[in-house]
C-alpha cells in the first residue's frame, strides 16, 4: 500500500471501520440512557450478533463459500469457554461427571473465551485444510455434514456439555459494553482482513476460481485462512453469548439459529463489512421487535391459539424477498466510506507468491 | 446377528432412503440445487392427511393419495414461486432460497398448526405383521419395500420410454445443450420437482407409518439421510441416489448392531464423516453420472 506513508490519507481510504462503529456507539449509548433492561439486552445481543455475522462475513463473503457449520463452532466456543470460566463447585453442581483435570480449572472471563474460540479455530484448523478444496454444492453439504457432527458431539458427550439437557450455573460476565468493545473490535479485524493481501487473495478466488489459481494463488490455503479466522470470530462470540445468557443447550447452536445469522448476512449484504453490519442491526433489531409482539400477544392472549414461528415465516419471506429482488444484498459488497476507494494494488506485489500445487482449488 | 430380521429391517429403511434420495438428486441433477425444502414436503403430505382426517371421512388410501398430491403441488409451487426467479442469480441464492423455504414452511406449521405431535390415521394392515421365514415380518416392511420397488419401476420407465422422462435425463446431462434442442427449460425443471414432491409424498407415508404422528420437524432427518445417500451413490446419477439409499440403509444397520452402545448414539456423526470422506476422496461417489456438473443460468 503506497498510501501508508501519509496517515490521514490512509485514514481516508480505509474510513469504512471508523464509519461503522459510530453509529454502532451511539445505538449502545441510547439503549444505556434509556436503561431498560430488555433494551440494554437487545443491544448486548446485537453486538454479540454483530461478531458472529462478521466472522460469517469473514468466510463466506471473501471465499463465496456457503457455511453452515458457522454455528457449530459457536457451539464449541461456548462450551469450551464455559468449562474453563466455571467454578469448580458450580462444575460439581451441572456437570458431575467432568474429568478431574478439567474440574479445578478457574480462569478470568477474558482469558476463558479466548481459549473457547481458539478451540473453535484448532478445530476449524485440524478438519479445514482439507475441506477447502471443495468447492460449490460439495462444499455446502461437508460444512453441512460438519455441523451436523459438531451438533451429534455436543448433544452427546454429556461428560462436558450435560448432554441435551440445559447447562446451568454460568457467571453472568457478558454487558453491553464489553460487547460493544468486542464488536467494534470485530469490525476492524473483519475489514482489514478483506483489505489485507490474504483477503485480497481470497476475494480472487471467489470471483474466479482458475485465474486465481492461475496467477499463483495457493486457493485453498487462503481459504483455509479464512476459515480459521471465521472459526475463531464465532467461537468467540459463542464465548461472550454463554457468558449472556447464562443456561443453553446444544439446540442453540443448530438450524433455526444458522438460519437468523444467515438472514442477516444475506439480507444486509454478504461481500461487504458494511453489508453484515446492516444486516446484523436491522433484523436483530426487527426480530426482537417481533418476538416482543409474539411474547405480548401470547401472555395477553389476544389471539384464541398461541402464536409460534410468526417471526421466523416473516423473516423467510423477506429473505426470499430480497434473494429474488435484490440477490447480494441491501448494501452489495459496496463499503460506506468517505472517499471512493483509490485502486490500492495497482503497482505490482513485491514478491509474487508461488504455491507448489496451483491446481487444488477444485 | 445377521438374521432374517436384520435383512429385512436394512432393505426396508434402504427402499426407503432409495426414495428419499431420488427426489433430491432429480432437482439436483438438474438446477445443481441442493433442496433444503425437500424434507418440508414430507411434513407438508403428514399434515394433509391429519387434516383431512379431522374434517371429513373417506378412505385411507384416498387420504394417502390426497397427501401424495399435495406434496407434488406444494413442491412445484415451491419451485414456481421462489426457484423460479433466482435460478439464473449464483448457486448461494438458490440454496439460501430452499433454506429460507424450509424454514418458513416449518415455521409457517408452527404457526398455523401446533408445535406438538399430531397424530395421523394408519390402516390396520401397518401393525400387523406376517410370519415369513421364521421371524415376524410387519406389513409395513413389506408395504415400503413393495411400494418403493413399484415406484422405482414405474419411474424408470417413465424416464426411458416416454419423451419428457427423456428430455428430463438429456437436462441433467447437458442442460443447455437440451435447451438448444428445443426443450422448454421451466417445463423440465417444474416436472422434476413435481417428481421430487411425489418421492416426498410417497415416502411421508411409510415415515410417519413409523411413529403415526407428524411434527413441523419431521422433515429434518429424511434431508439428512437424502444427503447421505446421495454423496455415497454420486450426486449425478438418478442411478447412484437409488444405490446410495440402499447402501444407507445397509450401512446404518450394520453400525446399528456393530457399534458398542456408547458409540451409537454417534451414528448420525459416523454417517456424515462417510459424507465428508466421500465427498473429499471419490467426489463422484459409487456411480458416476454423466452430468457435466454446469448450472443452469
Redesign the interface.
Known sequence: MKTNTNFTIWLKSHSTPFLLSIPLLILALIAQLIGDTLIIRIATVLFINLILVLGLQVFMGNSGILSFAHLGFMGIGAYASVLFSMTPEAKAATLPDLYPFLRPIHLPFIPSILIGALIAALVAAIVGYALMRLSDAAAVITLFALLVIIHTVLVHWSIITNGPRTLFGVDNYTHLWNSVAFGILVIFIAYFFKEFPVGLKLRASRDDRYAAASIGINIVQVRWYGFILSAFLAGFAGGLWAHFITSFSPYAFYLSETFGILAMLVIGGTGGVSGAVLGTVVITLAREGLRGIENYININHLLPTTLVGFTEVLLSIVLIAILIFRPSGILGSREIALAEKQQAFDEPQSKPHLPSNPSQGD | MFTVDFFINAITLGSLCALIALGLVIV?GIL?L?NFAYGELIMIAGYTIYLINQSIHMPWLAMAGLAVLVAMLTSYLTELV?FR??RT?????M???S???S??L??????II??RARAVPLPKLFSESIRLFGSDIPWRNILTIVTSLLLLAILTLLLKRTVLGIALRAAADNFTMTRMLGVPANLVISTAFVISGLMAGVVSIFWIGRTASVT?TIG?SPL?IA?VAT?IGG?NSLVGAVVGGYVYGLIFSILGVMLPQSLL??R??FM??V??LI??FR?EGLIRGSGSGERVG
Request: aromatic share 12%; glycine share 4%.
Open positions: 439436483y445443481k441442493v421462489a426467479p433466482v442469480k449464483s448457486l448461494n441464492a440454496l439460501i432460497t433454506f429460507a423455504v424454514t418458513l416449518q415455521n409457517g406449521a408452527l404457526l401446533s408445535p413441523p429434518g439428512l444427503f454423496v450426486m448414539d454417534y448420525e456423526a456424515f464423516l459424507v465428508i465427498l473429499l467426489p
